[in-house]
């Protein structure tokens, strides 16, 4: 599979013979030397951006219509931060950078394609997951393992849901800890029963409260892959229960 947005790029008229973008994303360093001694030490690491080359070519039914295919791929390679299909369970948001198109000049109904995209999410993403835990009446803390999928960390959205029924569910404030760097997002409000009260965004860094933004207190956390430790602390009085839920998509360095 080779689409990018609605264009296929993998049919019996265009037929991709050549994907680059098993290599790992740029890598941005910030190193600085140590006083009195040797070497340096790494204040800081970020993956900016991924470039992805795409070869091929167009086979037309007739010479007449190769100048109309290649018409329709500019103009679906003309949009901006499209779906880039390159496996079943994964895809990229890319921008094409440069479309090369060369003609045979021995058969009109055959031209060979070059493409390159850039990625300003490095990472490829995969199908939306979704995990899910009750926290029982009268319990104020609880401690879920949660299992992160890809070759990259994730940055979850975590949900509580509030019990169904009308009026206050007597919880003050939520409180969200990612237990082995120990940082936190904590959110204080009135939690009405029965709606999606509260949804802290580690890939947004943003926090929400009955679909208000809201100020909180703490930082984000980003998730490893495999198992990590969930908190949750609830303040005042958990008369009815609540339901957490932590959503991600899967995150692949190729």
Same mark, same amino acid.
């Given at each position: 599979?080779?689409? =990018?947005?609605?264009?296929?790029?993998?049919?019996?008229? &265009?037929?991709?013979?050549?994907?680059?973008? &098993?290599?790992?994303?740029?890598?941005?360093? !910030?190193?600085?030397?140590?006083?009195?001694?040797?070497?340096?030490?790494?204040?800081?690491?970020?993956?900016?951006?991924?470039?992805?080359?795409?070869?091929?070519?167009?086979?037309?039914?007739?010479?007449?219509?190769?100048?109309?295919?290649?018409?329709?791929?500019?103009? =679906?390679?003309?949009?901006?931060?499209?779906?880039?299909?390159? !496996?079943?369970?994964?895809?990229?948001?890319?921008?094409?950078?440069?479309?090369?198109?060369?003609?045979?000049?021995?058969?009109?109904?055959?031209?060979?394609?070059?493409?390159?995209?850039?990625?300003?999410?490095?990472?490829?993403?995969?199908?939306?997951?979704?995990?899910?835990?009750?926290?029982?009446?009268?319990?104020?803390?609880?401690?879920?393992?949660?299992?992160?999928?890809?070759?990259?960390?994730?940055?979850?959205?975590?949900?509580?849901?509030?019990?169904?029924?009308?009026?206050?569910?007597?919880?003050?404030?939520?409180?969200?800890?990612?237990?082995?760097?120990?940082? =936190?997002?904590?959110?204080?409000?009135?939690?009405?029963?029965?709606?999606?009260?509260?949804?802290?965004?580690?890939?947004?860094?943003?926090?929400?409260?009955?679909?208000?933004?809201?100020?909180?207190?703490?930082?984000?956390?980003?998730?490893?892959?495999?198992?990590?430790?969930?908190?949750?602390?609830?303040?005042?009085?958990?008369?009815?229960?609540?339901?957490?839920?932590?959503? =991600?998509?899967?995150?692949?360095?190729?």
């Amino acid at each position: 599979m080779v689409k =990018y947005g609605d264009l296929d790029l993998q049919n019996e008229i &265009r037929i991709t013979t050549k994907v680059n973008h &098993r290599a790992s994303p740029f890598r941005q360093m !910030d190193i600085q030397n140590v006083s009195r001694r040797q070497g340096s030490k790494i204040l800081g690491s970020e993956f900016t951006n991924k470039t992805i080359g795409i070869e091929g070519v167009i086979i037309a039914p007739t010479a007449s219509s190769l100048v109309g295919l290649i018409d329709d791929m500019h103009k =679906y390679l003309a949009l901006e931060e499209q779906q880039l299909q390159l !496996d079943d369970n994964r895809a990229y948001v890319a921008t094409c950078t440069k479309v090369q198109i060369d003609e045979a000049q021995y058969s009109r109904s055959y031209a060979n394609f070059d493409l390159e995209f850039i990625c300003t999410n490095p990472f490829a993403e995969g199908n939306l997951r979704s995990v899910g835990f009750n926290i029982p009446a009268s319990t104020t803390s609880i401690t879920r393992p949660v299992t992160i999928s890809g070759t990259i960390y994730a940055e979850p959205v975590v949900t509580l849901r509030t019990a169904s029924g009308a009026g206050n569910s007597g919880i003050t404030s939520v409180k969200v800890q990612h237990y082995e760097t120990g940082n =936190y997002v904590t959110v204080s409000g009135i939690f009405s029963l029965g709606s999606i009260d509260t949804v802290i965004n580690h890939d947004d860094n943003l926090v929400t409260l009955s679909g208000t933004n809201k100020d909180f207190v703490g930082a984000f956390s980003r998730f490893p892959v495999g198992v990590n430790n969930l908190v949750v602390t609830l303040g005042g009085v958990n008369t009815y229960g609540a339901t957490m839920y932590l959503t =991600y998509n899967p995150r692949y360095l190729a």
